[in-house]
């Protein structure tokens, strides 16, 4: 189990009037050079769920993943808003990391909601595996990522990994949220390309700005929901 010496208390809100604590423990892991640490953009991406539309009237066997969860605050929060199941990717040297947060918010994950993590390797990213060793190879009806874009090689990475797992369906959705650094903007833009170019669409966008009394990364966000094009979901 991870070290829990570090732990830190998130507002998010359910809703307009409503919110939850999440705890977060941010242990000193380390994997290709990152720190385990919750970034501005996922707390943005957390904060920014509860207003919008996702459909799980239909879910597949991993409703929900994300993809580079760091501390795992946006899945979790999806998790217990959207009341289903989600399975926190990342990294491998971060996975007791995400199993340590999932267990210090247990008591807001009532059924049917259901939290799992395990790693997913993009450059592979054919199966994901469970903290257990089981692997797994399935389809997400909504893939979440927070600031997953800080190298030349992510745009591809990332794109080939949401390409896989995205169930074929008009009602999927990709969630992404970033923040818009100047050094890494033209792998954002070369991001939306290859999405587009792989048969998705964005349908909605925006901009998010954090507190700079809190956050000392870069606080201004965008954020954007895609869909698979009409011509390339099957159903």
């Not at 953009?41 to 879910?59: G, I, R, W, Y």
């Amino acid at each position: 189990m991870a070290d829990r010496s570090l732990e830190r208390k998130f507002s998010i809100p359910l809703d307009n009037d409503n919110s939850i604590d999440l705890r977060i423990g941010e242990p000193a892991l380390r994997a290709e050079g990152l720190s385990f640490s919750t970034w501005t953009s996922s707390f943005v991406l957390a904060s920014l769920l509860h207003k919008l539309d996702v459909d799980l009237s239909n879910p597949t066997e991993i409703p929900v993943l994300e993809l580079g969860a760091g501390t795992g605050l946006v899945g979790l929060t999806a998790a217990i808003l959207w009341r289903t199941s989600a399975v926190l990717t990342d990294l491998s040297p971060f996975v007791p990391g995400l199993a340590n947060n999932i267990a210090l918010n247990a008591a807001l994950i009532s059924a049917p909601s259901h939290v799992d993590c395990g790693s997913l390797d993009w450059a592979q990213p054919g199966s994901l595996t469970f903290q257990d060793g089981k692997t797994i190879a399935a389809k997400s009806n909504v893939i979440l990522a927070a600031d997953t874009i800080y190298s030349e090689e992510h745009p591809a990475l990332l794109s080939n990994a949401i390409l896989q797992w995205l169930a074929p369906d008009q009602k999927s959705r990709v969630i992404l949220t970033y923040p818009l650094r100047v050094a890494y903007l033209d792998q954002l833009r070369e991001l939306w390309q290859l999405l587009e170019d792989g048969g998705l669409e964005a349908i909605s966008e925006g901009k998010e700005q954090a507190s700079t009394d809190v956050w000392d990364d870069e606080c201004l966000c965008e954020w954007s929901v895609w869909r698979w094009k009409k011509d390339a979901a099957s159903t």
